[in-house]
């Protein structure tokens, strides 16, 4: 098992204008180094960087991730990578290997390696790390004998599903309401935790093309066949209330400064009785979100993608392909 990677596999990588040339100066300008925990100052310091990023207090600390666990987890075999830059620590992710309960139990196996948290310093994200770091995660998988990865995501947040379903072409294969109960960990304090199951099935054309090619057009390509399915007289659309629609700045850089420098006090009202109100808001769009999503996969529809006027947009595979 490799300690430490830098860059991936793209070290030493020719400039040029083909796609993997592309993917390879993207991350060389992030200036990665990949390293898989190993010592408990790593792990303590892993930890208290989740616990930031969460805006853990407290005994909240424990529902995010322990430095025990990790070294439980990294000891035996599991994926627990930090991601340094200058040898800061500045994104973290945590996996498990795992297989699938329902199998009888002489047919389980490992199969699939289950990404149970990733979290990218404030300040840097949106900035292609966590991207650069899910990149990693395949390429690691992929030397594993190891093609699916799974996760969960936030439903409600728009940039959680633009990110999963039109950059990293993932599916989503399942909705799980209050998957994790009451949670009193920071971000997710006083909220039902419904979550989407992602599926990322890691040598299949639409993802090899967004991770080894030019995800610029993959992506594009992803929301261009969400909005053309959105037109379709078979499709259902279930809204995303965070509503930045696809490719749409968020203001000037000024703006952009502006915001950065109050959101820690934004945070920190976040976690106060302000955010129990807000939280009580979400919970009446979750529950909503909830029939809509539950009825139509039971129904056997699919998800297509999400479209760029912020809709997860879903259709029915029967009629669709009647209809092809």
Known sequence: MEMVERNAKFEGSTPGNSAPQVVARRLLQLDLEFRYLETVPEFDEAAALLWRIWGARGKARKQVMTAPFLQTLAGTGHFVVGAYRQDELVACSVGLLATDPKLPAEDQRVNRLHSDITGVKPLLQNKGFGLALKRYQREWALKRGISTITWTVDPLIHRNAYFNLSKLRATVVDYKPDYYGDLDDGINTGEITDRLLMSWSLTSPQVVAAMEGDIRVTKAEAVRVADEARQRDDA?????????????????????????AIMPVLLLRRLGGWGRESAAKDNGLRLAMRERFTTLLGDGYGVVGVSSDGHYVLRSPERSSQRQ
């Open 236 to 260: 259902e659309l279930i809204h995303i209330p965070d509503n930045t629609q696809v490719g749409q700045r968020s203001g000037s850089s000024r703006s952009r400064r502006w915001l950065r």
